[in-house]
Structure formats: structure tokens, C-alpha cells
């Protein structure tokens, strides 16, 4: 969560709690309600995935409407859609790297530096990068990665984990200390014209 929201609803742990799922999932905030675009979103499934009843829903409302900087941020924040659930799906490799506190940019040039290099095309890139935590980013990798580039990132002192999302079963026995595979068996085979 941002650095400006932490600041207004460090007092209200279970408003807290309604903020970081409003802003994790994109939903905005207008006229006393709850939207995913345009789409009202019921005040009694938020208070669900949150664990909070209602009326704490419409207390956290009521505050981001109140502050003028909270109401422009909520007014106008949409939800991203992304290719990181199914690529692995496509073929697709997903490459989920936990960078240290303060190396985000460099680890992140680092990697993409790496893959560059060897023409890996980069279909998506999408991060994270929090004052007080680790790093997250998250990369689709139109195809499969070759063992020398992920043992090229491993080098990194910074980069603490990589994930690699990926439809090859092989891929299994490069796991090193750093690295850690999550394998997904249902392969989608697109074939022009289906």
C-alpha cells in the first residue's frame, strides 16, 4: 500500500483493512459507493473478503470521501487486468522475483538488461515496490526461458527469490536455493483459425 494511505489509516486497523482491499483490487470510490469500472460493487461482499461488518465498509467510505486527497486517488483508481494467472496457460513463463528493500530499479534493469541480451521477449512487466518492504515484479516471458538466463539472474546479490511460473515440467531440476518452480500442467495449444 502507498506511503500516503498507510499515513491516514494508521489509527483504524479494520479501516485499514477495507483500504488495502479497495486499492489491491482497483475498486474506486464515488458517491458513497464501491465501483470496478463502472459497476457497483455490494457494500456486503467487501465487508465479506475483509472480515469487517458493514458498517465499517461505509465508516472507511465515508473517510475517503472526506479527505481530499483520499477522494481524488479513490475517484479515479481502476483495476488492471493481467497476463500473469494465465500464461503459463499460453506457454507462457511468469518469472516472480523478491528484490531487497532499495534494489528494485537496479535488480529490475538488471534482469531486463539479461534478458535483452539474449532476445527474450517481455510481454508484461508488473511490480511493486513499497517504502517499508521487499520488492516484488513480476515478468511474462513470451515462451520458455532458457537455464543460462535464469542462472545469469541467480548471480544477483539483491534478487532473494525468483518463482517461475511455467507450463515446462522440466524445469523442476534447476531449483537452487534462490529459485523455486511452480509447474502448470494445462497447456492451452492455440492453432490458427480455432
Known amino acids: 500500500m502507498i506511503h500516503i494511505l498507510e499515513e491516514y489509516f494508521k489509527n483504524y486497523p479494520a479501516r485499514r483493512k477495507v483500504v488495502e482491499f479497495l486499492w489491491n483490487a482497483g475498486l474506486s470510490v464515488r458517491d458513497g459507493k464501491v465501483y470496478i469500472k463502472d459497476v457497483e460493487v455490494p457494500i456486503t461482499g467487501i465487508a465479506?473478503?475483509?472480515?469487517?461488518?458493514?458498517?465499517?465498509?461505509?465508516?472507511?467510505?465515508?473517510?475517503?470521501?472526506?479527505?481530499?486527497?483520499?477522494?481524488?486517488?479513490?475517484?479515479?483508481?481502476?483495476?488492471?487486468?493481467?497476463?500473469?494467472?494465465?500464461?503459463?496457460?499460453?506457454?507462457?513463463?511468469?518469472?516472480?522475483?523478491?528484490?531487497?528493500?532499495?534494489?528494485?530499479?537496479?535488480?529490475?534493469a538488471k534482469v531486463l538488461q539479461i534478458l535483452a541480451e539474449k532476445r527474450i521477449r517481455v510481454v508484461e512487466i508488473f511490480g511493486s515496490n513499497p517504502y517499508e518492504d521487499k520488492s516484488k515484479a513480476y515478468l511474462v516471458i513470451e515462451g520458455v526461458l532458457p537455464f543460462e538466463v535464469i542462472a545469469s539472474m541467480r548471480t544477483e546479490g539483491a534478487l532473494e527469490k525468483i518463482v517461475i511460473h511455467t507450463p515446462e515440467r522440466n524445469k523442476e531440476r534447476m531449483i537452487c536455493p534462490k529459485c523455486e518452480v511452480k509447474y502448470c500442467p494445462r497447456k492451452v495449444i492455440f492453432t490458427p483459425g480455432s
Open 48 to 108: 465479506q473478503a475483509t472480515g469487517v461488518n458493514r458498517k465499517i465498509v461505509y465508516h472507511t467510505i465515508e473517510y475517503i470521501e472526506s479527505k481530499p486527497a483520499l477522494k481524488i486517488l479513490f475517484e479515479n483508481l481502476s483495476p488492471k487486468s493481467s497476463l500473469i494467472s494465465i500464461a503459463p496457460l499460453m506457454g507462457w513463463e511468469v518469472l516472480e522475483l523478491t528484490i531487497q528493500k532499495g534494489s528494485y530499479e537496479r535488480v529490475l
